[in-house]
């Protein structure tokens, strides 16, 4: 996807997001503790700080297995699930990150039927 296209779509599913967050556009952090919240699966509930990282850890790792970068290795005995990496990620520059997340996130939603 082009720069603009990825912008258009990022602002459609920001809009989707927000109807749900009293029409707060989330940002790309948000995002990411969404869609780790999602796999790790136990549905919503108080999470600690560490544990916010760690959701978005497990959501990042979600996104780059979908371009081969890491695989599933499978789930602790609490149920989160741990990622391997499986292929150096290439250093992009700030912009190419930015792109990057939001075209995997917005690949993310897709799948989910969300938009």
Known sequence: MKPAEINKKWE????????????EKPDIKVMLFLIG?????QGPR?????QKEELMHIATCRLFSMMGFY????????GWP???????????????????IKSLIIAYFEELGVI
């Open 37 to 41: 919240v999602q796999e790790l699966g």
């Open 71 to 78: 695989e599933l290795e499978g789930l602790d005995q609490d």
């Open 46 to 50: 108080k999470f600690s700080k560490r």
């Open 12 to 23: 459609v599913l920001q809009q989707y997001i927000a109807e749900d967050f009293d029409n």
């Open 82 to 100: 741990h990622w391997k990496r499986v292929k150096v990620i290439p250093n992009y520059t700030l912009l190419e990150q930015e792109m990057t």
